[in-house]
């Protein structure tokens, strides 16, 4: 059985760990509502800009890029995009959880994150490159990113690129998503499943044939790595506020917690110092009794 000393110790090292921890709560809360609004705010753009290119893709006449063509590889590579750091509840691990489920012969990782390049080296899997980003991703970041996977895909090494990150659906909740980066066909927007579905254009629109100035090579041909890369951003900003949310909700359990124990541990201190007061309040009565 434990001694009062021992229990006051144990308490005083929970009360240092909760300071810790609410600590870290406060910091990734003012965080989180930076990465929340910087995600948020990229949404619209990043649905509207794939909207406009695969409504663009539909009305041009013989128009072709070697970013949507099919490529004979059997090998796709997986953009895999997690935290730097830990201490974010089962983010992480729900995201690698759906990356084990690829094949590991015929897949080949681009990471980007910590996190993410120790699973990949952990379970000696294909690592084609790995990347780092800031906790506000620079779109210089992410260009890299992208442009490295359509390297991979132009040079015929990978047949499919396609990213897995963990998609921001709200501070509590934040859902590993896979979605296809390569070939380009019908665009998805990095927030699939979020937003509401565009709307279907009626039959005669959607038959219409777009003019481009000055020509649809051109036009295209700068606009399709353009919005690899806006999506590649985004999908970062998607992360950090991943992150950030369930950094935030972790450590607010961890101080919860802690302050349960604390209660807990109190309680137990109080009951077994007033049981030594009740023993030595006997002892000085019998001793009183004996001498009598």
């Not at 506000?136 to 996977?149: C, L, Y």
């Not at 950094?247 to 541990?265: C, E, F, G, P, S």
């Not at 007033?274 to 030595?280: D, L, R, S, V, Y």
């Amino acid at each position: 059985m434990p001694s009062t000393r021992d229990i006051r110790r144990r308490i005083k090292s929970v009360k240092n760990t909760a300071q810790i921890t609410k600590a870290m709560q406060m910091v990734a809360a003012a965080k989180m509502r930076k990465a929340q609004q910087a995600a948020l705010v990229g949404r619209p753009y990043a649905q509207l800009l794939n909207e406009i290119m695969s409504e663009a893709a539909k009305r041009t006449v013989g128009f072709d890029h070697p970013l949507m063509q099919s490529r004979p590889a059997a090998k796709r590579a997986v953009i895999l995009v997690s935290s730097d750091r830990g201490l974010c509840g089962g983010l992480n691990s729900n995201l690698f959880r759906e990356a084990m489920k690829m094949d590991k012969e015929n897949t080949v990782f681009i990471t980007a994150g910590k996190k993410a390049a120790q699973f990949v080296a952990r379970t000696k899997r294909n690592l084609a490159a790995e990347f780092t980003y800031k906790d506000t991703p620079d779109f210089a970041e992410a260009r890299a990113i992208s442009k490295f996977a359509q390297q991979l895909f132009l040079r015929g090494e990978v047949g499919a690129v396609s990213i897995l990150f963990p998609r921001f659906v709200n501070t509590l909740l934040q859902q590993p998503a896979t979605i296809p980066f390569l070939p380009i066909g019908k665009l998805s927007a990095a927030t699939v499943g979020v937003n509401p579905p565009p709307q279907e254009l009626p039959a005669a629109m959607a038959t219409d044939v777009f003019d481009f100035e000055p020509d649809e090579e051109t036009v295209l041909g700068h606009l399709l790595p353009h919005s690899l890369n806006f999506q590649m951003h985004q999908i970062l900003l998607e992360t950090k506020a991943s992150e950030q949310s369930a950094r935030m909700v972790a450590m607010k359990n961890a101080t919860d917690n802690a302050k349960q124990i604390i209660k807990d541990l109190t309680l137990e201190y109080n009951k077994l110092r007033q049981a030594n007061i009740t023993k030595e309040l006997l002892e000085i009565t019998t001793a009183q009794m004996a001498v009598g």
